[in-house]
């Protein structure tokens, strides 16, 4: 591989969490997410004259032999040199991501606005919003199958959103601080997978998995108000009450749950998991920021794998 000199190009971006919503947005219900900046992924490009290559924590090598995983990330940067009007070839791709494939976290939607951003760097070409965001629902469909489009829009908003497919994103201001934990199970979570999942219980269970899905869209809305007012215990209630609709729904598992026991036997206000489940991540709320490093340490004796607490402030 002949690298040319150059300054590389760069595109980034951040990972998401969704507080509330999961699954049931997917069926027209609203959702709240939030960005989540602790974690974000880097995309540089550079010139070499030689066939794409990718190098990133699971491959190293050419764009053309990626393993099955890397599929949507290679259709990802065909469709935006496709876009461009580039040739596919003379590019070096190096991806450095710090959020946890799988998790339920946005890695792949933070990977392919990062990819996205840093190829129309590269070209000094002005990427439009249209054609980002038609970018990676593309490659969003390549790896969730029919995505609701929250995870894009939570990992390009700097600021907690209110989500409902169709209409018009907005910014959730919140009547005050939140004190949160993410804490990952170590367990892979397929978000295409568990979206299918539910979309099997619809058609075996239409009634009750409505009334799931129904439930959740109440939650939210109730969530909503909740968080303008800064009532942490209504939260955390509302928290509870949809992992309780989620394991009805079939997307928790042995891994969430006793996570989510551990958290509330720490005293957390109400915890949940995020994202797509089956695996992944838990959300817990907390009263303050020493009792979040509390509640963190506990789930990391109780076999997480990792965890992340922090303070949300009220303009985000
Ligand atoms: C995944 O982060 C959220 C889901 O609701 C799927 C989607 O909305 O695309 C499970």
Redesign the pocket.
């Known amino acids: 591989m002949n690298q040319i000199t150059q300054r590389p190009a760069i595109g980034s971006a951040h990972s998401k969490l969704?507080l509330l919503g999961?699954?049931s947005?997917?069926y027209g219900m609203p959702a709240i997410a939030l960005p989540f900046p602790l974690l974000e992924v880097v995309s540089t490009v550079e010139e070499i004259s030689d066939q794409i290559t990718l190098i990133c924590d699971y491959y190293r090598g050419p764009l053309g032999q990626v393993p099955q995983k890397l599929r949507g990330i290679a259709s990802c940067i065909s469709e935006t040199l496709h876009i461009l009007n580039q040739p596919q070839k003379g590019l070096l791709i190096r991806l450095h991501s710090s959020i946890p494939i799988g998790r339920?976290l946005?890695s792949s939607a933070a990977i392919a606005i990062a990819i996205v951003k840093s190829l129309f760097a590269f070209h000094r070409q002005n990427l439009e919003p249209e054609v980002l965001m038609s970018l990676v629902h593309k490659a969003e469909t390549f790896a969730?199958g029919t995505?609701?489009g929250?995870?894009m829009a939570a990992a390009l908003s700097d600021f907690p959103i209110w989500f409902q497919k169709g209409k018009q994103i907005r910014n959730l201001q919140l009547g005050g601080p939140l004190y949160l934990i993410v804490a990952d199970t170590g367990h892979f979570g397929d978000?295409r997978a568990?979206?299918l999942s539910v979309r099997d219980k619809f058609r075996a269970y239409p009634e009750s998995t409505q009334k799931s899905v129904n439930q959740l869209g109440v939650i939210t809305l109730e969530a909503r108000a909740a968080l303008s007012t800064g009532n942490l215990a209504w939260l955390g209630s509302l928290f509870d009450q949809a992992q309780a609709e989620l394991v009805d729904l079939g997307v928790s598992d042995d891994s969430i749950n006793r996570l989510v026991d551990t958290a509330k036997k720490a005293g957390s206000l109400g915890a949940k998991l995020t994202?797509?489940g089956r695996g992944g991540c838990v959300l817990a709320l907390a009263k303050n920021l020493a009792h979040a490093k509390r509640i963190a340490n506990t789930l990391i004796k109780a076999g997480a794998s990792n965890t992340w607490y922090f303070r949300l402030d009220g303009n985000g």
Do not use: M, Q, R
Request: glycine fraction near 24%; aromatic fraction near 0%; charge should be negative.
């Open positions: 969704i999961e699954h947005v997917v339920g946005g969730h995505p609701s929250i995870d978000t568990a979206v994202g797509g």
